[in-house]
């Protein structure tokens, strides 16, 4: 659940344009329907999660949408400079001070759904944590080392092409290079990924049933997600720091080997973003 709400908070800066009206109106069905599918609720779960739901939507509707349209006219205006490592990873920090409030409040709905959940929910829960580790497994540990780290840079080089459009022979071949020296491994993102959700059944298992007061569950969860960001081992805590400031070093680098056209472009995704949630705003 904690990583659902995380995507549906960072829903503009992950769709399409034309997806993000459709798709952020439809939201509280759409993540009924997730949650459902891991969960397996029963009638009276079912019908308090849906309400926590609606009530996350209308806050988020009525409270964040304005601040993200004002970030997106943020970076588009970036977008059309040679851009800082510093300027990205201050962005970035302000998307996630955006996710941690919208969270606070989404885990504040989430905490009586999760006191309500019962031993065959989470069982279920587990087996679908499960199988979605099967599909990750085959998407990134697969193959050889070469082909794992072919994969990787084929879906760097989709996510720059959709803000850029194509790009030339010399700036793939430097995200070629910023990949292979990336610190993140699938070995390493396998174990993170694993510690991250035996953190959550843990806390989903001391919290449900009644087992804690709605003011500790909630307490609980938003100490996942803290933990998610922030590791309890030194030697992940640095891993992810490393992996960040290479993140903001990467995208400043290849931003500023773009020409006029590729930043017109990026600026253009970018207004229309805007302009979609502008839209949303509307009554």
């Known amino acids: 659940m904690i990583r659902w709400w995380a995507l549906w908070l960072a829903l ?4 399409g344009c034309s997806a993000i009206k459709l798709g952020y109106q439809q939201l509280p069905t759409l993540s009924y329907w997730w949650l459902d599918s891991a969960l397996s609720f029963n009638d009276a779960q079912s019908d308090r999660a849906k309400e926590a739901l609606a009530n996350v939507y209308r806050w988020h509707r009525g409270q964040e949408l304005a601040t993200y349209s004002d970030l997106l006219q943020r970076v588009g205006e970036l977008s059309q400079n040679n851009l800082q490592a510093s300027q990205v990873c201050s962005v970035w920090s302000d998307v996630q001070g955006l996710m941690d409030r919208s969270m606070r409040v989404a885990v504040a709905q989430a905490a009586p759904v999760v006191q309500m959940l019962g031993p065959r929910q989470l069982s279920h829960l587990a087996r679908h944590l499960d199988k979605k580790n099967e599909d990750w497994d085959k998407e990134w540990l697969q193959g050889n080392a070469s082909e794992r780290l072919e994969r990787r840079v084929d879906r ?5 092409r959709s803000f850029y459009g194509d790009l030339n022979p010399t700036q ?3 995200v070629k290079t910023q990949v292979s ?3 993140w491994t699938p070995e390493w993102g396998r174990q993170e990924r694993l510690r991250r959700e035996q953190d959550l059944l843990s806390v989903l298992r001391q919290s449900s049933l009644g087992k804690t007061t709605a003011a500790q569950t909630e307490t609980n969860l ?3 997600w803290q933990r998610a960001w922030t590791p309890a081992q030194e030697s992940d805590r640095a891993m992810a720091a490393q992996m960040a400031k290479q993140a903001c070093d990467n995208l400043a680098q290849l931003h500023n080997t773009t020409n006029a056209e590729q930043r017109q472009r990026a600026a253009r995704r970018m207004r229309a973003y805007e302009q979609d949630l502008r839209d949303l705003l509307k009554p």
């Open 181 to 183: 020296q990336s610190a």
């Open 222 to 224: 938003l100490a996942v």
């Open 172 to 174: 793939i071949a430097l």
């Open 12 to 15: 503009p800066f992950l769709q």
């Open 156 to 160: 760097t080089l989709e996510r720059y």
